[in-house]
């Protein structure tokens, strides 16, 4: 139970000399319980607020009981307790007393305290207790007695009046008869102090909703913009810790030593943390601790952000009650002296932690799940936006840097008329496909977050029905796998033009494999009536290459085959060994494994064939749904495992189809097992 002040500590001092009507000491034949009863409605239906009404109710009855001291105190368990106080006169500015008693002694149990309202229940006797420790430690004089009611409302206690004296008191039954008989209309004014503070409360909420849909709108703004991507970041941090009140926000980006580093419970990666956007309330505050601050640390100086790495899945959250270990001790960027209220919101993208949203308070602060909800959408939608940015950017710095190699080739090779024209062709051609490829990059990764916004949009709409939820849901989950399967591609090629792994070689039964391969997409292939037939070797035929690899050359390329093949055709699947002897010292064979998958379709063009295995390259004419990657990963797959693949087509007589044929030659075993 929390205790909330409806007044100002002066209106106790000034109560005696404010006096809205005017009240005579109770005599037994001038005043009866109803017309004291009638007195305190009056308040209820006069008062202009729930402060002064229980400041008002608090003086009536202090007065008619003659007692020091009356205290109201609600006690409703869906609101925070409100409470009032009034005190005689005489009883103001004393100096603290030594004598006054721990409030954790005034239990029911003790002869100070009784009780005007019997039979008690279990609730009646703990309510009371808890009222008491919240209304009387404020008093600077030893409580002697006390007579105190429980108010109940709606079957419901709602709270309790106290009645004090500050000498010892043996309570009458006239008093306690009287104090029953305004039990209920001061019943009704507590439960009108607690439907006051309902509604204030509804409306807070509803002010931190409109702020939090302007957060969203902002945002939403901020990701269909042109900024650079650290001015975005610094726009949507200030924004954020704006809407949310707090005091200080940081995002702040993570540099891994190792780039294909991923999030795991055991380990803690070597990163360097660096500061892209700040904001606080007093950011223009010269000399300030923080501004003295480096803006980059290590990983391994900040527990706090270690702590991100083994709590998986959780949002870090510490305040002043948080023990803190030696191990989670945050580094000083965090001014945690300032700032002992932190919230850390990890920005994490298919497992791996790019960086953190960092909210903090001067105070203590509880986080309301609709606040973390609201910071979550916020780190997921910065997520999204700083891995576009990197891929984009990682484009545009490879094609950046073809360009300069081919300029200063130009300028090594100038006297040469013919060798320079053949550079300045080659230099257009490319800033051509740069165009085209950044285009293309563009319109796949805008695709599908258009269709989700869209999809967001529409599950908004009032009256939507749960037949068009579940529809717009299914998009936003399939625009979402497009999303995630299109730069989980791109990484891979990225991974695989950079050669920087070695193949992880292993021994396979290349019939058993390619079987299996093919029961895996018997679905795709029956579906447009294709049937495949097999064309392998009798004998058994070992193949030491990357099983991973393998598998998913085959994958794109029965992909490939079902999309492009005419209904109701036939698909070859041909596979054979083959021994060239080399004229070396040693006069071993060159073992190959070739195969061939040939299908029925549209015919290729020399042209087309130049480019069909490069990144968003497509015939002319070809309108089959697709990301453009299938064919440029198969080719890097392939070069991955030290092979080649080549592409013929072959025009049917008296057809408009022509014959497919997807030629993959692969080493069977690698250099180093050459004599196996």
């Not at 100070?112 to 209304?135: F, H, N, R, W, Y």
């Not at 000498?167 to 039990?183: C, G, I, M, R, T």
Request: with cysteine; hydrophobic share 40%.
């Amino acid at each position: 139970m929390k205790k909330h002040l409806l007044s100002p500590p002066q209106y106790v001092n000034n109560v005696e000399q404010r006096q809205p009507y005017q009240v005579k000491p109770m005599q037994p034949q001038e005043k009866t319980a109803h017309a004291l009863a009638q007195s305190i409605n009056y308040i209820i239906a006069n008062s202009t607020t729930a402060a002064s009404m229980l400041h008002e109710i608090a003086h009536l009855l202090g007065v008619e009981f003659k007692v020091d001291c009356c205290c109201l105190v609600t006690s409703d368990g869906a609101n925070e307790s409100a409470m009032a106080n009034w005190c005689h006169a005489k009883y103001m500015g004393l100096p603290f007393s030594d004598e006054i008693l721990p409030i954790e002694q005034l239990l029911i149990s003790s002869p100070i305290v009784q009780c005007a309202a019997e039979p008690l229940t279990i609730d009646d006797i703990s309510t009371i207790q808890k009222t008491l420790i919240i209304g009387c430690q404020s008093l600077q004089i030893p409580i002697k007695s006390v007579l105190a009611i429980p108010t109940r409302f709606g079957g419901q206690n709602n709270g309790v009046i106290s009645l004090i004296k500050f000498q010892p008191y043996d309570w009458n039954e006239s008093e306690k008869e009287l104090l029953k008989a305004v039990e209920s209309s001061c019943a009704i004014a507590f439960a009108q102090v607690a439907q006051t503070q309902i509604i204030t409360t509804q409306k807070q909420s509803l002010h931190n909703s409109s702020q939090h849909q302007s957060l969203i709108k902002q945002l939403t703004i901020l990701s269909l913009s042109n900024l650079e991507l650290n001015q975005m970041l610094q726009l949507v941090i200030s924004s954020t810790a704006e809407c949310l009140e707090a005091d200080r926000g940081l995002l702040i980006l993570l540099k891994y030593t190792d780039p294909l580093f991923w999030k795991s419970q055991k380990q803690i990666p070597t990163a360097k943390a660096t500061v892209v956007g700040e904001w606080s309330k007093t950011q223009h505050t010269e000399n300030t601790e923080t501004e003295k601050l480096e803006h980059s640390f290590l990983l391994s100086d900040c527990g706090l952000c270690q702590r991100v790495f083994t709590e998986s899945g959780k949002p870090i959250m510490i305040d002043n009650s948080t023990e803190q270990k030696d191990n989670w001790k945050p580094h000083p960027l965090f001014a945690i002296d300032e700032f002992p209220a932190t919230l850390l919101m990890p920005l994490e993208s298919q497992g791996k932690v790019l960086g953190f949203v960092v909210l903090q308070q001067a105070v203590s602060r509880n986080w309301q799940p609709a606040e973390l909800n609201l910071v979550e959408m916020v780190c997921a939608q910065l997520s999204n936006a700083i891995i576009q940015s990197q891929t984009l950017r990682q484009v545009q710095n490879l094609v950046d840097e073809r360009t300069e190699q081919l300029k200063r080739s130009l300028e090594v090779q100038a006297k040469l008329y013919e060798r320079t024209k053949q550079y300045v062709e080659q230099l257009q051609e490319l800033n051509e496909l740069k165009d085209e490829f950044v285009s293309n990059i563009s319109d796949r990764l805008r695709y599908p977050l258009t269709n989700m916004r869209m999809s967001i949009r529409n599950l908004r709409l009032p009256g939507i029905s749960p037949e068009r939820q579940t529809r717009y849901l299914d998009i936003l989950e399939s625009e979402c796998t497009k999303e995630i399967n299109l730069i989980n591609d791109l990484l891979t090629l990225q991974k695989l033009e950079s050669h920087q792994e070695a193949p992880q070689l292993e021994a396979i039964d290349l019939s058993t494999t390619i079987n299996n391969i093919l029961n895996s997409a018997e679905k795709q292939l029956t579906d447009k009536g294709l049937v495949v037939y097999v064309d392998l070797p009798k004998e058994p035929l070992k193949l030491q290459t990357e099983i991973e690899s393998f598998d998913r050359i085959f994958q794109e390329l029965l992909t490939n085959v079902s999309k492009y093949s005419e209904r109701n055709t036939v698909v070859h699947l041909q596979a054979t060994h083959r021994v060239e002897q080399q004229l070396d010292s040693e006069a071993l064979g060159k073992n190959q494994v070739i195969i061939k998958v040939t299908n029925t379709g549209r015919g290729i063009s020399q042209e087309e064939a130049a480019y069909i295995f490069d990144k968003f390259r497509r015939g002319k004419g070809r309108w089959t749904p697709g990301t453009g990657l299938g064919l440029a990963l198969v080719k890097s797959l392939v070069l991955h495992l030290n092979g080649a693949i080549a592409i013929e087509s072959t025009p049917i007589a008296n057809s408009d189809l022509s014959e497919i044929c997807f030629t993959l030659t692969l080493p069977q075993f690698s250099v180093a097992n050459k004599a196996y």
